[in-house]
């Protein structure tokens, strides 16, 4: 163990590879445990495959894995990296731009604020204290006049004066300003990925009252049911509160655990059998784990908890019991010992975890990964 648990922090794998802090610098090293980058770095993030942003005496460059300079110290900081289009928000002279992997300005310097969050094709950027949209060639498709905005991938949820409301790509008003809350059911999906051909349904609190309905994409309140609140976060089922009571519901409002079933529910978690599951407290706190018809899998006197993480790859869960992270799956067996203080777990052959104050990776059977402290991989 002395071998595996070494670390201040440490980054998750992707792919191959993985940045770590060893004392005060950062360096990487893949899954073979060997180093790849000596940890002489006061910052190092992998951004794309082999490249990383790397941070020393103060200046931020782009490297690769060879520590060649890819892009070089002339801008005031590296915002943000979206992998996926590598593409990376850069800041100079107090604005922002964006540029690609290569060091090409792609979005000219004009902005206040350039949003992590936009979809493939748009950006929300800021300008002169308004949000609008552009396309990845600086064309202006939704103007500066919104106070702020969510994109799908064909409509935005956008605020103005206060109040939310729906326009699509032209800037055609869909939902009137008419909301205070404007959010859609995202059944496991982020909102960049949710097209109005989806028939999307969205949970919307009117203007002046306390409560919250479901709508449609024609502002039409789907069912009758009007809720003191629907907590969204979760896959196909919401936890819904009603006078003070919690159940669960569909996007459409039905309602698939009963009212005061459970004194409270967690969100819901897909695993691959097809089985929803989730976290659900009794008038005493405890917490067992039901599936999406209510039943009970795991009873309340287990002694598991979620604390607020509880994740599911594949057909398996990670759970806290007795203030140890581990993982069991769907038939109680535990894959990975309860002994760690935190587990960053997303079913990679390594996952990062924290024990006895240092961090260290094992694999999805706990077994820890041996660190080589000596070699230097070049």
């Given at each position: 163990?002395?071998?595996?648990?070494?670390?201040?922090?440490?980054?998750?794998?992707?792919?191959?590879?993985?940045?770590?802090?060893?004392?005060?610098?950062?360096?990487?090293?893949?899954?073979?445990?060997?180093?790849?980058?000596?940890?002489?770095?006061?910052s190092l993030v992998l951004i794309y495959?082999?490249?990383?942003?790397?941070?020393?005496?103060?200046?931020?460059?782009?490297?690769?894995?060879?520590?060649?300079?890819?892009?070089?110290?002339?801008?005031?900081?590296?915002?943000?990296?979206?992998?996926?289009?590598?593409?990376?928000?850069?800041?100079?002279?107090?604005?922002?731009?964006?540029?690609?992997?290569?060091?090409?300005?792609?979005?000219?310097?004009?902005?206040?604020?350039?949003?992590?969050?936009?979809?493939?094709?748009?950006?929300?950027?800021?300008?002169?204290?308004?949000?609008?949209?552009?396309?990845?060639?600086?064309?202006?498709?939704?103007?500066?006049?919104?106070?702020?905005?969510?994109?799908?991938?064909?409509?935005?949820?956008?605020?103005?004066?206060?109040?939310?409301?729906?326009?699509?790509?032209?800037?055609?008003?869909?939902?009137?300003?008419?909301?205070?809350?404007?959010?859609?059911?995202?059944?496991?999906?982020?909102?960049?990925?949710?097209?109005?051909?989806?028939?999307?349904?969205?949970?919307?609190?009117?203007?002046?009252?306390?409560?919250?309905?479901?709508?449609?994409k024609d502002n039409k309140q789907i069912?009758?049911?009007?809720?003191?609140?629907?907590?969204?976060?979760?896959?196909?089922?919401?936890?819904?509160?009603?006078?003070?009571?919690?159940?669960?519901?569909?996007?459409?409002?039905?309602?698939?655990?009963?009212?005061?079933?459970?004194?409270?529910?967690?969100?819901?978690?897909?695993?691959?059998?097809?089985?929803?599951?989730?976290m659900a407290q009794n008038e005493k706190?405890?917490?067992?784990?039901?599936?999406?018809?209510?039943?009970?899998?795991?009873?309340?006197?287990?002694?598991?908890?979620?604390?607020?993480?509880?994740?599911?790859?594949?057909?398996?869960?990670?759970?806290?019991?007795?203030?140890?992270?581990?993982?069991?799956?769907?038939?109680?067996?535990?894959?990975?010992?309860?002994?760690?203080?935190?587990?960053?777990?997303?079913?990679?052959?390594?996952?990062?975890?924290?024990?006895?104050?240092?961090?260290?990776?094992?694999?999805?059977?706990?077994?820890?990964?041996?660190?080589?402290?000596?070699?230097?991989?070049?």
């Amino acid at each position: 163990m002395e071998k595996c648990f070494i670390f201040n922090e440490v980054q998750p794998f992707y792919k191959d590879l993985a940045t770590v802090k060893l004392g005060s610098r950062w360096g990487a090293i893949n899954k073979s445990g060997e180093w790849v980058i000596k940890p002489h770095y006061q910052s190092l993030v992998l951004i794309y495959e082999n490249l990383f942003i790397c941070n020393r005496n103060n200046k931020e460059y782009i490297i690769d894995k060879d520590e060649k300079v890819i892009i070089p110290f002339i801008y005031d900081s590296l915002a943000y990296i979206n992998r996926n289009k590598r593409l990376i928000i850069v800041e100079k002279n107090s604005k922002l731009g964006v540029i690609n992997f290569q060091g090409e300005v792609i979005i000219p310097f004009d902005y206040d604020f350039i949003s992590s969050e936009s979809n493939d094709d748009y950006l929300i950027v800021q300008k002169d204290n308004y949000f609008g949209c552009i396309d990845m060639n600086n064309k202006i498709f939704l103007p500066f006049e919104f106070n702020n905005i969510e994109l799908g991938k064909d409509f935005a949820i956008v605020e103005k004066d206060r109040f939310y409301g729906i326009v699509d790509f032209n800037g055609n008003q869909i939902i009137p300003y008419d909301y205070e809350k404007l959010v859609p059911f995202e059944e496991g999906k982020d909102t960049n990925k949710i097209s109005l051909s989806d028939n999307p349904t969205f949970i919307a609190h009117r203007k002046y009252e306390s409560n919250v309905i479901i709508i449609n994409k024609d502002n039409k309140q789907i069912c009758e049911q009007v809720f003191d609140d629907i907590f969204e976060l979760g896959e196909e089922y919401y936890q819904a509160r009603i006078d003070f009571k919690y159940c669960a519901i569909d996007r459409f409002g039905n309602i698939k655990i009963p009212l005061g079933k459970f004194h409270g529910i967690d969100p819901f978690y897909k695993l691959d059998n097809g089985t929803y599951v989730s976290m659900a407290q009794n008038e005493k706190y405890q917490e067992a784990l039901i599936n999406q018809d209510g039943e009970i899998l795991i009873p309340f006197d287990a002694g598991y908890k979620n604390n607020g993480f509880m994740y599911t790859r594949g057909n398996t869960i990670l759970m806290n019991k007795d203030n140890k992270f581990g993982v069991i799956d769907i038939d109680k067996n535990v894959l990975i010992p309860f002994e760690y203080d935190w587990l960053f777990y997303d079913g990679n052959d390594f996952n990062g975890a924290l024990k006895n104050g240092k961090y260290g990776y094992i694999d999805n059977h706990g077994k820890p990964l041996e660190i080589e402290n000596i070699k230097y991989k070049r």
